[in-house]
């Protein structure tokens, strides 16, 4: 029985080496850090004859030496032991490419991006599922994509289509992965401490884009828009600034209120469903709308099937998300804006005077139209987590002297009350521009432990009000 190991025991791991193990192979996971949490794991994997060694890195010894290794997300690319294994030939990859092995004769819309990934991926699928197809997002998006090969494997209908969030660690590790249609959303300097150089970054993003069949870009990004034509002559251009400004003069633009298709220089342009149908706000949101109606008609779609999706798509949870409302004080859950341009986003998205809650573990990037933002539309912020006095200093730089270091979410929502009654403040937003691993789990976490409390505190002030 051959020997494989797979590095990391989240999601994505669990789920490669239980396919792995459905192929025929001797599974081993690997994980350097440990908590009950992977030693509960460790106990469950062990009856399914899954062996997970915790707290160490494998070492490649050559009578015991692995003739594959699957490397989950979070895992990066370029680590020792991963570059030695590649130089004694043994076959290296990520999760993602050996759940593409599975799943190779489906089609595929591959979605990337720095920001607006994960609404596009859940609209695009949303969509698609509307028009009656078996059509899951996964990736970095609810499944990982191995657990949809995984039942496959077990004898269930595969998808008419997959609908995979991508990011660019998930890129980097796979290599014959080619979508039917791929899409880039946004392009801004993210995980430059993993990645090295915005050049790096770039290239393997653009790595998926190449390997599309068909791709759909977005126009109005600014560093997507300058290098425009010169790289991507076929791609279908998006544009929420209307048909004047679509690269190319073919794609998917906003019109007079709606979602408009123009499917080459020459043809007609045509009607597809209005802006205000997506119950979402934000123009970050109008962009999203444009690519994913753009992939549903890409791959055949009907027009009356893409309205019914667009208008019964809740949204996306922990993005914007509207938590409650209090005394006219709207409680906004924005945990999913892990770096300064989605936190940008964020408050670019809210009424002002906002209250915002911000911090957590810091990114590496440009703060500065965020700072702005910060400037323009709130009237206090609350800073928590790890970051929280790095945040301080680069506000009190740029003049704004309204903060305060609370440093948990649990002292924040009662202060975030407060000083919204004080400043007559329309919204608190939990927009925290940073990684949330300091304090949570993951964004997910943190976004629920603020609803959580938003939630309690409202009800506990209706009642002594009462």
Known sequence: MPKAIVMGLGKSGIAAARLLKQEGWEVEIWDSNTSPFLLEQQQKLAQEQITVKLGN?????????PKLIVVSPG???????????REMGIETMGEMELAW???????????????????????????????????????????AVAEVALE???????????????????????????PHIGIWTTFTPDHLARHKTLENYYDIKAKLLRNSRLQIINGDDAYLSKVGLQCWTHAYWTSVKGLGHLIGGKGFYIENGWVTEKLSSDSEPQPIVAVTDL???????????????GAARLAGIEIAAINHGVQQFPGVPHRLQHVCTWEGIQFINDSKATNYDAA???????????????????????????????????????????AAETF???LETVGYGNFEIVETMEKAIPRAAQLAKQYQATTILLSPACASFDQYANFEVRGEHFQQLSLEWTRSATTNKD
């Not at 004898?155 to 992965?177: F, M, N, R, T």
């Open 75 to 85: 895992v990066p690319w370029d680590i020792p032991l991963l570059v030695k294994a």
């Open 57 to 65: 890195n494998p070492e490649l010894k050559e009578s015991q030496l």
């Open 152 to 178: 496959v494997a077990l004898g269930a209908k595969p998808p008419d289509w997959v609908i995979g969030e991508l990011s660019s660690y998930q890129i980097e590790s796979s290599w014959s992965l080619f």
């Open 392 to 394: 301080s200093k680069r």
């Open 344 to 386: 940008e986003v964020g408050l670019k998205s809210v009424k002002s005077p906002a209250i915002l809650i911000a911090g957590g573990e810091a990114k590496a990037g440009d703060d500065t139209g965020w700072l702005k933002r910060i400037q323009e539309k709130t009237a206090a912020v609350l800073l928590i987590g790890s």
């Open 101 to 143: 092995r599975q799943l190779q004769n489906i089609p595929w819309v591959g979605i990337t991006g720095t920001n607006g990934k994960t609404t596009t991926t859940a609209l695009t699928a949303a969509i698609f599922q509307a028009a009656g197809l078996h059509a899951p997002a996964c990736g970095n998006i609810g499944y």
């Open 279 to 293: 119950k979402m706000v934000g123009e970050h949101n109008q962009q999203n709308l444009l690519m994913s109606v």
